[in-house]
């Protein structure tokens, strides 16, 4: 919802509660993403319930981290590299299916931000060239109804994807316990819970990522919100219906990028676009290696996974506690975001220009003196009155 919100499209409040409905609804569309998880991403057979535990605290340490800076980083890769390090940790590499990891995760994080940013890239420049004789407030209104119709249909394809991904470690925790068989899909209340879960998580806590991707990424206009979103929207429910397990929060990054550099003038803010590309990066390991390490420690017994648990409490507790200290809600997600630091060239370039006009505050002014007196054989001329000294 950040493009919509940022180009005034919808108020804040409604725009998150049209989100958080449609990807409630989203939810129920499809199991392809859900069974990429459950069934083909790790063996099934040997995973014990601790595992699946050690993977969910891998993913929302590094999802509450990230969010705390306001960096849209993928929660699924965050989910998934949780799930791999600790399966990893409890049963070797032959646990992880590297096929499954390299076309159903590894590609599609790869080429689906690329696809969407140049389809954002073409749909916007297309849109300002058909345009170019009908600028003017009908057709900014226009473009912000669309807007709203291009966010109804992200909403819910991020329903069809993301809320998928709990759905898939549920069943997966199911089938580890017993209290399914191997191979089942979702059952509904497990669809129904995972679809209500990440409802209430749009609602309430997406505004720092909101702020970021809406304000601090590039400036948007109505008519590069919505080929953004539309693009976004096109390529997540293709990944959903292939079963490719690729992150949402990337294809709306690559699209919103990609609107950027499609409007003349427009920016990008390379700064932001640069860590939040680093935190893509380091998801999957970082999570992967704190599901390993609380995996090892609930191999301790019940006690270790009781260490565990207290320690996920604790931190979620003082991540929470330093969001505090600047608070973003609805009230301020669209304020300016601080200027982008000047580069290496443009602090150079600076530091050998010349002053600006006006700059030089010397006094550079000059007395002329008066001429000197006239000869004493020249007294009885008639009298003249000396000019003034001149200034200059």
């Known amino acids: 919802m950040a493009t919509t919100i940022s180009t005034g499209a919808m108020k804040p409040k409604l725009a998150v509660a049209m989100s958080a409905t449609l990807n409630l609804v989203g939810a129920f569309l499809s199991v392809e ?10 063996d099934e057979s040997g995973i014990r319930p601790e595992v699946i535990f050690a993977a969910l605290v891998g993913a929302i340490l590094w999802n509450l981290l990230t ?27 032959g646990a992880v299916h590297g096929g499954v990891l390299v076309t159903k995760v590894l590609l599609p994080a790869v ?3 690329v696809v969407a940013g140049v389809a954002a890239l073409v749909a916007t420049r297309l849109s300002y060239k058909a345009g170019t004789k009908t600028e ?9 109804v669309g807007q709203v119709a291009s966010a109804a249909l992200v909403s819910l394809a991020h329903g069809t994807n993301d809320a998928q991904k709990t759905m898939g470690v549920i069943t997966l925790a199911l089938i580890a316990g017993g209290a399914i ?15 209500l879960a990440i409802a209430l998580g749009t609602y309430i806590g997406g505004w720092r990522i909101i702020r970021t991707m809406g304000t601090g ?10 080929a953004a979103q539309t693009s976004a929207a096109t390529a997540i429910l293709a990944s959903s219906h292939l079963g490719f397990s690729l992150s949402t929060t990337h294809v709306v990054s690559g699209a919103v990028m990609g609107s950027g550099l499609g409007r003349k003038g427009g920016v990008v803010r390379w700064s932001t676009a640069t860590r939040m590309t680093v935190a893509w990066v380091l998801t999957l390991p970082a999570a992967a290696l704190v599901g390993a390490g609380a995996e090892a420690v609930t191999e301790l017994g019940d006690w270790g996974t009781a260490v565990v648990a207290v320690f996920l409490i604790a931190a979620s507790a003082w991540i929470y506690k ?25 602090t150079a370039i600076a530091a050998v220009s010349p002053p600006p006009a006006g700059a030089i505050t010397e006094d550079l002014t000059a007395t002329i003196p008066a001429p000197a007196q006239a000869p004493a054989a020249e007294a009885s001329a008639p009298a003249t009155t000396a000019p003034p000294a001149a200034t200059v």
Do not use: C, Y
């Not at 859900?34 to 991403?41: E, P, Q, Y």
């Open 322 to 346: 330093l969001s505090r200290r600047e608070v973003i809600d609805h009230t301020n997600v669209v304020a300016d975001p601080a200027a982008e630091p000047s580069g290496v060239v443009t």
């Open 111 to 113: 080429a689906a931000p």
């Open 33 to 42: 993403v859900a069974n990429t998880i459950s069934k083909g991403l790790v």
């Open 217 to 226: 990424l590039t400036d948007l206009e109505p008519r590069q919100g919505f």
């Open 67 to 93: 969010w705390l800076v306001g960096l849209p980083s993928s929660s699924s890769h965050a989910l998934m590299g949780g799930l791999i390090g600790a399966a990893v940790a409890s049963a070797g590499f």
């Open 136 to 144: 003017g407030e009908a057709t900014r209104k226009g473009f912000r």
């Open 181 to 195: 068989a191997p191979g089942s899909n979702p059952p509904t209340w497990v669809i129904l819970s995972a679809g």
